[in-house]
């Protein structure tokens, strides 16, 4: 009788799939030029956050009561966004808001300078996540525009959070040092966190579920949070970087860390669709032969999920049966046979079971277990229809093996047996 051996340690478990999934993020992070990606969003983030910040102390200054409470959260907001140039950039934003008379035009111009912006970032977690349907353009155009929007209510978001906080730590007792860090740095991190997920939640193309949606939100953070003062030590241990800019310099570093900015975010989404599909990331390496070997405690604990072990003479389908899942053999063979007849046997490697599943008709042969504790991995529809849409060079290898085994089944049930075969020299070889 068919089992499923379940792994001992289920903590190595979680750092083989951990290692899995990081290793495949990594791979798509290349395969989809995630980092020219990542460029591309620093031009346009550049040039979209200046706008962005611009509307916001606009609002600040205009529209809200406590105007210098707004203010300085915004100042404090660019300094996060822009180390070491955040102030002085939100203070040159200030004097312009006040100085020029705004217009519903203009306004409206510098919203729509967002979209840019907005739609760079839907087509890269279009690429990262691979939808099954294409989006509409008269669609897309509208989610480039809640795009923008979105934008604009997080980083509104983001103030509000900060005047929250300024105003719940000046209530603290004096002499607390400890609790207020600890205060910030919890605040920063929990509102950081839940602004990603919100932003994350507009942008991705398919639905996630909450796991998978604060995961991703809570590693972005993480990775931003890490980013942020390293950034600011190399600053400060190569004073002279970017000194062939000359007084661009600050642009350069502005731009600089906005990359950085958006390459997090981008690995950070191919670590969350590499979380959706590490079903199909694991069972992918065993069509192109580069699975892990042997018995090994990181191999059992990945592949339990889908192992099935089975005795020598096991059945492990009938003719006729309906076809729903479709199996690769670990070790042992496997024997095809119809009709009392072998059509074939399938060693270590091989593959079997593709035809019912991939046309939903029943199984038009017999499969076999013929070796003691032979193992097989069961693969279902819905996986291998994923592996194929994610890992296009998969078809190539299914193609050729259904070629080659089509091939010697037709030479088998073609050729005359060899007894009905006249005898002597003459009889064909």
């Avoid at 840019?116 to 890269?124: D, M, W």
């Avoid at 932003?199 to 949070?225: D, H, I, K, M, Q």
């Avoid at 199984?363 to 819905?382: G, K, N, Q």
Wanted: positive net charge.
């Amino acid at each position: 009788m068919s089992s499923a051996k379940q792994p001992r340690f289920s903590f190595r478990r979680g750092l083989a799939l951990t290692a899995l999934i990081f290793r495949e993020s990594w791979r798509s992070l290349n395969r989809n030029h995630s980092l020219e990606t990542a460029a591309t969003l620093a031009y346009y983030g550049f040039f979209a956050l200046i706008p962005l910040l611009l509307l916001l102390v606009f609002a600040a200054s205009r529209f809200v009561v406590a105007s210098n409470v707004a203010l300085a959260a915004i100042e404090s907001l660019g300094a996060q966004l822009f180390p070491e140039f955040g102030e002085i950039l939100v203070r040159e934003l200030r004097t312009l808001s006040q100085q020029r008379a705004w217009t519903a035009v203009s306004l409206l111009l510098l919203f729509w300078s967002l979209t840019p912006l907005a739609a760079t970032v839907r087509a890269a977690f279009c690429r990262t996540f691979a939808p099954a349907r294409p989006i509409p353009l008269w669609r897309a155009k509208l989610r480039d525009v809640g795009g923008a929007l979105t934008l604009l209510g997080l980083f509104t978001l983001v103030i509000a959070g900060k005047i929250i906080y300024g105003a719940v730590a000046h209530r603290l007792p004096r002499g607390l040092p400890l609790a207020v860090e600890l205060l910030h740095f919890g605040g920063s991190f929990a509102l950081t966190t839940l602004g990603l997920a919100l932003f994350f939640a507009v942008f991705v193309p398919v639905r996630l579920s909450w796991r998978e949606l604060f995961g991703g939100a809570a590693t972005a953070a993480v990775l931003l949070f890490a980013l942020r003062p390293a950034f600011g030590a190399f600053l400060r241990f190569n004073p002279n970087y970017g000194y062939a800019f000359g007084s661009l310099k600050a642009v350069f570093l502005v731009c600089m860390w906005v990359y950085l900015f958006f390459a997090v975010l981008l690995l950070s989404a191919e670590i969350m669709a590499n979380v959706r599909r590490r079903d199909t990331a694991f069972l992918r390496l065993f069509f192109e032969g580069l699975a892990p070997a042997g018995r090994g405690r990181a191999r059992a604990a990945l592949a339990h999920k889908f192992e099935r072990v089975y005795e020598s003479g096991e059945r492990i389908f009938s003719e006729g049966e309906f076809g729903g899942v479709m199996y690769i053999v670990q070790a042992g063979r496997v024997r095809l046979i119809r009709g009392g007849r072998e059509l074939h046997t399938i060693e270590a490697g091989g593959f079997f079971g593709e035809m019912s599943m991939l046309i939903e008709t029943p199984r038009t042969a017999d499969a076999v277990a013929a070796a003691p504790a032979t193992r097989v991995l069961e693969i279902s529809r819905e996986n291998f229809e994923t592996i194929l849409q994610e890992y296009p060079r998969v078809a190539v290898t299914l193609l050729k093996e259904l070629a080659a085994r089509l091939k010697a089944t037709d030479e088998k049930l073609v050729r005359p047996p060899t007894a009905a075969l006249p005898p002597g020299p003459s009889a064909p070889t």
